[in-house]
């Protein structure tokens, strides 16, 4: 079980902008880092944007499953894991980082803001640690219960997150925020699987 990346995103316009986040890149070479860190932020924009506010959702994408929570006040929280963490687990950690990113930033320090990982957040560092071992979740799951009975929505892929006519190729194009090696590294392919939706009992 590993959890790759934990970001909050401001995500109200278009294009999502990453307000802070935290990467554990230790399973990759140091020569493919950067690439698989810039498709996290890119992906993670992706989701970000097309998450509504309130809702929760899972997407699966090869062997990663993001993990989305999106607020009112404009922001949404994503985590990147392999398939064997817990969703149950992920969103609980979700609610818990985007409280508290809400309480130390208050919705007029980012709502202006068009410039990536422009807030300090020293937590998600400690959490990224901390929550590689989904036991450490048990004090969050006694206090935030009421997320048992939440509906998250799973996507089999990214592509099934995108605008109608929309593909990750052309997505990857657009962006500015690839470097021109992470440009050259080939993109996989994605099959697209049906929308399932699975009820949290």
Same mark, same amino acid.
């Given at each position: ?19 802070? @986040? ?44 993001? @993990? ?12 990147? *894991? ?21 309480? #130390? ?12 990982? $422009? ?19 048990? *004090?969050?799951? #006694? ?6 009975? $939440?509906?998250?929505?799973?996507? #089999? ?12 190729? *052309? ?24 929308? *399932? ?5």
């Amino acid at each position: 079980m590993k959890i790759y990346y934990i970001g909050v995103l401001k995500n109200e316009t278009k294009p999502a902008v990453e307000l802070c @986040h935290e990467k554990d890149l230790s399973a990759y070479s140091r020569f493919t880092r950067d690439s698989y860190g810039e498709f996290m932020t890119l992906f993670s924009k992706t989701v970000a944007e097309r998450t509504r506010p309130g809702q929760r959702q899972d997407i699966e994408e090869k062997s990663y499953t993001f @993990h989305a929570y999106a607020r009112t006040e404009g922001v949404a929280g994503i985590i990147i *894991s392999d398939h064997d963490y817990p969703a149950l687990v992920a969103h609980q950690l979700l609610g818990k980082v985007v409280d508290e990113f809400l309480s #130390k930033y208050p919705r007029t320090a980012f709502m202006n803001t068009t410039a990536a990982n $422009t807030l300090a957040f020293p937590q998600l560092k400690e959490y990224i640690v901390k929550y590689q071992d989904p036991q450490q979740a048990d *004090s969050i799951m #006694k206090i935030q219960r009421e997320l048992d009975e $939440t509906k998250i929505v799973l996507h #089999k892929t990214i592509e099934s997150v995108l605008e109608r006519g929309e593909k990750i190729d *052309s997505l990857v194009e657009k962006s500015d925020g690839l470097s021109a090696q992470s440009m050259t590294t080939p993109i996989p392919t994605c099959t697209p699987y049906t929308l *399932s939706i699975i009820p949290y009992q």
